[in-house]
């Protein structure tokens, strides 16, 4: 045997691993298509409570256009009556924007879940991020183990939602890091491995971080000097 390779592992141990490994991938599969028929469940609950909100809004608005023509057009009520389905509008369309943010967040669980189950069967080249802005044609290795682009590591490996987040792994791929840094690293992965509801979450949550932010612009501004130099802006932003 060469010296530093690998010692041979013994059959059974290597039956065992291999037994161990296709079990734990089982189980995530399993898991990960019960989330996502769980959550198709509360998507069709929401569209069925979106429909039933929406024509009681209708009803509302309906209400409120003939209590309006009775009262001033025909003065046959009194004009305070309108204002009954219009408090009652209001509270059905806040309740109604919160069953739409339910149903939105219950999509993003199932589309991260899809891609958890994309990337578990092999099946994720074309479904995310190709981080194609940061390759550098002129680096020592990121041509050759194919970092970005289509089918790159860095497709494979990022969910993050912000242009910071895409940069920091970029620069974590493009850089080698201390093994101090990497055991951190691994710490962080074993910690959050069984935190699946965790994960969810900030995956959901994350979508409305999703946005453009350049991150050397907000610094520049975020360290550039003051410029609302009369005290009363000062007052009147913190009054508002």
């Not at 161990?20 to 399993?30: F, N, P, R, T």
């Not at 924007?97 to 891609?115: Q, V």
């Not at 991020?129 to 044609?137: A, L, S």
């Amino acid at each position: 045997m060469c010296q530093g390779s690998r010692p041979a592992v013994p059959d059974d141990a290597a039956v065992v691993e291999n037994l161990l490994m296709y079990s734990q991938a089982v189980l995530a599969v399993e898991e990960y298509r019960q989330r996502v028929k769980d959550r198709e469940c509360r998507v069709a609950r929401h569209d069925q409570i979106h429909v039933r909100l929406g024509y009681v809004r209708l009803s509302l608005a309906l209400v409120a256009a003939v209590i309006g023509w009775e009262s001033f057009w025909r003065h046959s009520l009194s004009p305070w009556w309108i204002f009954g389905p219009l408090i009652l509008f209001v509270f059905v369309a806040v309740f109604h924007s919160r069953i739409l943010r339910a149903r939105d967040l219950a999509k993003r669980a199932m589309a991260f879940y899809h891609h958890g189950l994309a990337r578990i069967e092999d099946r994720w080249a074309g479904t995310g991020q190709t981080g194609e802005r940061f390759n550098d044609p002129h680096h020592v290795y990121a041509a050759d183990l194919d970092l970005f682009g289509r089918c790159g590591l860095f497709e494979l490996l990022s969910t993050a939602r912000t242009r910071m987040g895409e940069e920091t792994l970029a620069g974590w791929l493009l850089s080698p890091a201390a093994v101090d840094q990497i055991g951190e690293r691994h710490a962080a992965i074993a910690e959050l491995r069984d935190q699946l509801d965790l994960r969810e979450d900030l995956a959901i949550l994350g979508e409305d971080a999703s946005v453009g932010v350049f991150p050397e612009a907000l610094l520049r501004w975020a360290e550039a000097p003051k410029q609302m130099k009369p005290e009363w802006i000062r007052w009147l932003a913190a009054i508002l």
